[in-house]
């Protein structure tokens, strides 16, 4: 790489232009190579860099290997998740074995303060006993890596939750782009009408391409999130948190998550939601109290709930449209 | 004792992140001290105060803050061990993007956060390109999207650094960073120590107080914008 003229390297890895715009650097000749260039680069320029040539050079190798890594682990994915129990609050010990795979729903549900969020942080560090709750989590049986705690690539959590807006001023098109290209994937056009046309199934109130991103509604806006994180997000587990008024149809927001192999985790109390898990964590005191596998006499009462549900969107939807109730 | 440096941009969470982490070091017992840098007023030593962590604060005024920082920070540290703090913190405001308080041998943390925009990054100076762990915080209230895209134009900006999400109001993420400080650079005294980076050198009239405008009055180290 260091013998590649800078017109060959950005052409072989074309990431590379992104170090030279992110450190303000001017590309004037592509035929020197990227060492050369770095020493034509006047000291009083680094200084107010505050590098100096040979940092500036270190940096770019070090650049070169952290986005070579990023694009050789786009496809991310694990197939199993299992928390060995710790500890609660009164060093009571938990259950101790919770395996979780690939295309799972789980709920978790607990009063605030219980330990959900615990148990959610144990995950995302993937704990090691080295936690207050003495937890271990294992990927695929066996112990991950401790380089993936710090590595973009590697995140394991993705979250959804009803506090998240979009923030910036872009259109839906370009904003998919842009978190394609972060994730240097190919079919970027593929993609971008794949998680449009889902979007826009889940939330039922159509936008396109060129609808700015913040002028999107609450329920759009959470349509296109869960549609983007099942396609985009690097991330093999997604945690969705209240998200339970969203406006979007919930029921195909997570088969869409299960279909594209997330394993899918619900903080929740809607009943509707929970009982569409197929299993439940009851956390109490800072540790898992039980595991419930949702039972058949549960599965009749879900489809009663969705009935009741029905109606009640039913309702909500004549009122939109300024008729009568009665 | 453990010295860690923070700093980013003004309102990033510094304050915040730094009090969960400490919260998470709670049953530890380690001792710790907080050095507040600031340039006109600060009340964060109230904060502090609430959660019974020593801290003393520097008011720069008029002075560059970034000067001001490292004419004082060496007192600081035999402050800190007069002390006899486990844990030693300063926390500064980057306010020009380009200085940062970060020692050579000094566990540098930067804090910036997802609300600033993905352009935000690159306008950042040595404070995140040299930082060891930059913490990103408001990750409650942006889209994962936005929040992957974010952590790679930082990734970018600064590829050998560890990247850490904090959330400064729930916490999420509070104890890996704790487990960071924990482990950071123990430090006994400061002096003979170096800067990453130099500090601005202007020393032109307007250092002195020159308050007029008009190219009679700059004196000294003047630095002119092409214009055409």
């Not at chain 1, 715009?21 to 006047?42: A, F």
């Not at chain 1, 705690?149 to 923030?167: D, G």
Request: charged share 25%; aromatic share 6%; with cysteine.
């Amino acid at each position: 790489m260091e013998n590649l003229t800078i017109e060959e390297l950005l052409s072989r890895y074309p990431y590379a232009i992104e170090f030279f715009d992110v450190n303000g650097l001017p590309i004037e000749d592509k035929q020197k190579t990227i060492q050369e260039y770095i020493n034509t680069l006047p000291y009083v320029f680094l200084e107010d860099m505050g590098i100096n040539h040979q940092g500036l050079f270190k940096r770019f190798l070090v650049f070169m290997q952290r986005m070579e890594d990023i694009r050789k682990e786009r496809n991310f994915s694990i197939h199993s998740l299992t928390v060995l129990g710790g500890t609660d609050k009164n060093g009571k010990k938990e259950q101790d074995k919770l395996k979780i795979s690939m295309g799972e729903i789980i709920c978790i549900v607990g009063p605030t303060g219980s330990g959900k969020s615990r148990l959610l942080a144990d995950i995302e560090w993937m704990a090691q006993k080295d936690t207050p709750t003495g937890r271990r989590i294992l990927i695929d049986d066996c112990i991950p890596p401790e380089s993936w705690r710090f590595s973009i690539e590697h995140k394991l959590v993705a979250q959804l939750s009803q506090n998240m807006n979009f923030v910036m001023d872009i259109c839906v098109g370009d904003f998919i782009k842009l978190h394609a290209q972060s994730r240097m994937i190919d079919d970027v056009d593929d993609k971008t009408l794949k998680i449009i046309h889902h979007a826009n199934e889940l939330s039922g109130e159509a936008f396109d391409l060129n609808t700015p991103l913040t002028s999107l509604s609450g329920g759009q806006s959470r349509a296109l999130m869960v549609a983007d994180t099942a396609f985009l997000s690097t991330s093999p587990i997604v945690l969705i948190d209240e998200i339970e008024n969203a406006g979007i149809n919930r029921k195909k927001a997570l088969e869409l998550l299960v279909d594209q192999n997330k394993i899918v985790l619900i903080a929740t109390h809607d009943p509707l939601l929970a009982l569409t898990g197929d299993k439940r964590i009851v956390i109490k005191n800072g540790g898992i109290y039980k595991v419930l596998e949702t039972t058949e006499s549960e599965k009749q009462r879900l489809e009663q709930l969705t009935e009741i549900d029905n109606v009640m969107m039913q309702y909500r939807e004549r009122l939109r449209k300024g008729e009568l109730l009665d | 004792m453990k010295f860690i440096t923070v700093s980013g941009p003004p309102s990033s969470g510094k304050t915040s992140v730094i009090l969960k982490a400490m919260e998470e070091l709670k049953p530890k017992n380690l001792k710790v001290g907080v050095l507040k840098f600031d340039c006109l007023t600060t009340d964060d030593d109230k904060l502090y105060a609430a959660q019974n962590i020593d801290s003393r604060v520097g008011l720069s005024g008029s002075l560059c803050p970034d000067h001001f920082f490292v004419s004082n920070i060496d007192d600081c540290i035999d402050w800190g061990s007069r002390h006899a703090y486990d844990v030693l913190i300063s926390e500064s405001a980057g306010l020009c993007n380009r200085c940062s308080p970060h020692i050579k041998n000094c566990t540098a943390v930067c804090v910036i956060d997802n609300l600033m925009g993905i352009n935000t990054p690159k306008k950042i100076g040595p404070m995140l390109k040299m930082a060891d762990i930059v913490v990103i915080t408001k990750g409650d209230i942006v889209s994962q999207a936005e929040r992957e895209i974010f952590a790679l134009k930082i990734r970018q900006a600064n590829p050998e650094g560890i990247i850490l999400h904090v959330n400064g109001i729930t916490g999420q993420g509070a104890s890996q960073l704790a487990a960071l400080i924990e482990n950071g650079t123990q430090v006994e005294t400061l002096r003979g120590e170096e800067l990453r980076i130099s500090m601005p050198s202007a020393l032109c009239s307007y250092c002195l107080g020159e308050t007029q405008i008009g190219k009679e009055k700059q004196k000294g180290n003047v630095r002119k914008m092409k214009l055409d």
